[in-house]
């Protein structure tokens, strides 16, 4: 049996929720965030602020030089919790092969309830439809045969959009898309696919899954997958992560503070950038540092509490680093989450 998966997304949400709530704030450039002075991140942002460049994950400082009249609020997570089990009390209605990403992200397996008179297509704008009506805030849908066409369609139009992709059209639609859309194609990815000539993914079917493999490892075998708009993972109900983290280890060892200071902004923006791809914002609990230090031991430092995401990341490193004053191998940023519930927290197929 074809699958029938939907990807839904609300539109800006945390700062959709402020704007519902805040009349004031519409029409204006806004975003939900930390304060500058206090090296904060933005967690989201309107679409009158992404018109000055600004983005979610961005340095709350950097975005207030690119749109000086930016606007921005404070995090309310109770109220961004109480609209998430709303919409999940929504799709609950629908299916319980819900797999939630996010707060405001979800997919719902949709395969068994489809009848003649209620196709995927349908339901996604039920869903839609209600979101709206019940909380006054709008929602992107895609709808397609799997889990990676579903999530790259309900971005086609955003805001406020939905985009279907029936079975016969998957294989044009795919082809034309940019390999930045492939899940795991980071920048890094990127520039090198693009310097060997791979920009779309038809560019990618003209390789071997060979030589795929050759380059970019066992990740070849997800680009020559995903190239052909196959997806063959489940939508999970019980998904469960831990912690998002990056790391960089030297090639030469670093003595302290003094040098590795120019490295931890890039790794910083390393870890905003996967928290955000993750959507896991709403979810963090604890930010950490690990340190590995020359004769292999390691040692980590944790912050706990609702700003561990403005955690100064170097005041960590120093206080972990004091423990052994000792050259550095490897040096780690990350975040621990905690789940919402800890929280509390040949016919055709028609789609």
Partial sequence: MQRKIIHIDADCFYAAIEMRD???LRGIPMAVGGSAERRGVLTTCNYDARAYGVRSAMPTAQAMRLCPQLTVVPPQMHKYREASKVMRSIFADFTEVIEPLSLDEAYLDVSEVCEEDLTATRIAKMIRKRVEEELAITVSAGVSVNKFIAKVASDWEKPNGLTVVTPTEVDAFVAALSVKKIPGVGAVTADKMHRYGLRTCADVR???????????????????????????????????RKSISVERTFAEDVSGPAEWSPIIEGLYLNLMERIEAAKAWHAIDKAFIKLKFNDFTTTTVERVGTKAVEADYEDLLVEGWERKSRPIRLIGLGVRLISEGEHASERSTVL
Avoid: C, I, N, T
């Fill in 22 to 24: 805040r009349p004031e």
């Fill in 206 to 240: 003209e390789w071997s899954l060979h030589d795929l493999r050759r380059r970019f490892g066992q990740f070849g075998v997800v680009l020559h997958e995903r190239a052909r708009g196959r997806d063959e993972r489940p939508v999970q109900p019980s998904r469960v």
